[in-house]
C-alpha cells in the first residue's frame, strides 16, 4: 500500500500477539492495535478488508501513513502513551489500496499494556446508521408510552360520552335521535382506533417456531386477493434461512402492513399493470443493530416499485398517526415497528421515487 512502511516489527511478536486480540476479528468496524509509536501489532479482518490489502502487509507497518493527515494519529497515540488522555476521538480520510479515501471516525483508547493503544474506525456512513437506528429504537419506546397514555385517557371519557348519548337517546324525540347516534358512532369509531393503539400491548406474546417463508407467502396470497390485477408479488427467497422463535401471528400481521401500504401506494402502478413488490429473504451476519451485535440475523425486505415516501413525512413514518394517504390511519408502520421489536428486532426504511425497501431485521440464534 502506497504509504506504507517495510514491516519493523518481528515475525515472532507478531504472531504471539495474535491469540491475544482474535475476538477483534468477530467485529465488524475496523480495530488495530498499535504500539503508541505507530506501529500496528494487529490489525482484524475488518481493517484488512477495508484497506485492500493483507494483515501480513498491514501488521509491522506504520498505522498512521494509512491516513491523509498521519499527523494526527501520531500525536493521538503519543497522548495516549504520556496519559494525557483515556480515549480520544476525532474525524479523519482513511487511504485504501486502489481506492478513493473514506471519511472515518477515529477512536484512540490505551490498552492496559503500557506503550500500546487500541485505535477503531468507524466509517461515518456504519456511525450515521447506528445513529439512526439509536434513534428508531428511542422513538418507538416513545411512541408506546404514548400511546399507552392517551389512549387511557381518551378510553374512560369516551365511554361516559357513549353511555350519556345512549340515555339521552331514550329521552328525547324520535326525530332528534339521528343526532345521538352520530355521537354513539363516533363513540364507537375512536374505542375501535383506541383499541388498535393498545392491541400490541395486551395481547399476549404466542411463541413458537416460525419460518419467514411461511409468513411470506401468507401476506403474499392476502395481498393479491385484494389487488388480483396489475399487481405482481415477487418471491426471492434464501431458503437456507432456519426456523426461529417467535410469534408467528405478530410477524404477519408486521409484513402485511407494511406490503398493504406498498400496495396503496402503488395505485398509479397497478392502474397501469406494473406494479411490483418483491420479498427477499436473505441472512446477515456478524450485524449490529438495537444497540447489540449479533452473530446472524434475518433480513426481509419489502421492496416495492412505487412513488416512494414522502420527503415530508420520511423521518416521522413510524410515528403513530403519520400517513402519507388520504384517509390513513397513520398506524400500520407503528404498529409493525412495535411488533418486529417485540421479536428483538428493527425495520429500516430507504426510499427513492421509484423503489421503497423496508428492511426487517430480527437475530437468529
Not at 45 to 56: K, P
Not at 75 to 102: C, H, I, Q, T, V
Not at 219 to 224: H, K, N, T
Not at 293 to 300: D, I, N, P, Q
Amino acid at each position: 500500500m502506497e504509504g506504507l512502511k517495510k514491516p519493523i516489527l518481528s515475525a515472532p511478536a507478531a504472531a504471539a500477539a495474535i491469540p491475544r486480540f482474535q475476538s477483534f476479528d468477530l467485529l465488524a468496524t475496523l480495530v488495530a492495535v498499535v504500539r503508541t509509536n505507530g506501529v500496528v501489532v494487529f490489525a482484524n479482518a475488518a481493517l484488512e478488508d477495508a484497506l485492500g490489502t493483507s494483515r501480513r502487509t498491514i501488521e509491522g507497518s506504520q498505522l498512521p501513513d494509512c491516513f491523509t493527515e498521519p499527523t494526527i494519529l501520531h500525536n493521538a497515540l503519543e497522548g495516549a502513551g504520556s496519559n494525557e488522555f483515556a480515549a480520544l476521538r476525532y474525524d479523519a480520510w482513511l487511504k485504501p489500496l486502489n481506492r478513493e479515501p473514506m471519511p472515518v471516525h477515529v477512536v484512540v483508547a490505551q490498552t492496559d499494556t503500557p506503550g500500546e493503544a487500541i485505535v477503531e474506525l468507524l466509517p461515518l456512513e456504519q456511525q450515521a446508521k447506528q445513529d439512526r437506528e439509536e434513534r428508531l429504537i428511542d422513538q418507538a419506546q416513545a411512541n408506546k408510552e404514548l400511546i399507552r397514555n392517551l389512549a387511557h385517557e381518551i378510553k374512560n371519557p369516551l365511554g361516559g360520552i357513549r353511555g350519556a348519548a345512549q340515555l339521552l337517546q331514550m329521552e328525547i324525540d324520535k326525530e332528534l335521535t339521528e343526532y345521538t347516534q352520530v355521537i354513539i358512532h363516533e363513540a364507537d369509531r375512536l374505542q375501535s382506533l383506541v383499541d388498535r393503539l393498545l392491541a400490541p400491548h395486551r395481547r399476549p406474546h404466542l411463541v413458537g417456531d416460525v419460518n419467514i417463508h411461511e409468513v411470506c407467502e401468507r401476506v403474499r396470497s392476502l395481498i393479491l386477493a385484494e389487488f388480483p390485477r396489475g399487481l405482481r408479488v415477487m418471491r426471492d427467497y434464501d431458503i437456507s434461512i432456519p426456523d426461529f422463535r417467535g410469534d408467528r401471528e405478530q410477524l404477519i400481521q408486521a409484513v402485511l402492513n407494511i406490503a398493504h401500504n406498498a400496495a396503496q401506494a402503488l395505485a398509479d402502478r397497478v392502474a397501469a399493470g406494473d406494479a411490483q413488490i418483491t420479498f427477499r429473504t436473505r441472512i446477515a451476519r456478524q450485524v449490529t443493530f438495537g444497540k447489540q451485535r449479533y452473530r446472524l440475523a434475518l433480513e426481509l425486505h419489502v421492496i416495492d416499485n412505487g412513488p416512494g415516501v414522502p420527503d415530508s413525512i420520511k423521518d416521522r413514518i413510524f410515528y403513530p398517526l403519520i400517513s402519507g394517504r388520504e384517509g390513513g390511519s397513520g398506524l400500520g408502520l407503528t404498529l409493525a415497528q412495535t411488533f418486529v421489536q417485540q421479536h428483538h428486532g428493527l425495520i429500516e426504511c430507504e426510499s427513492v421515487p421509484g423503489r421503497t425497501d423496508f428492511k426487517l431485521l430480527i437475530p437468529l440464534p
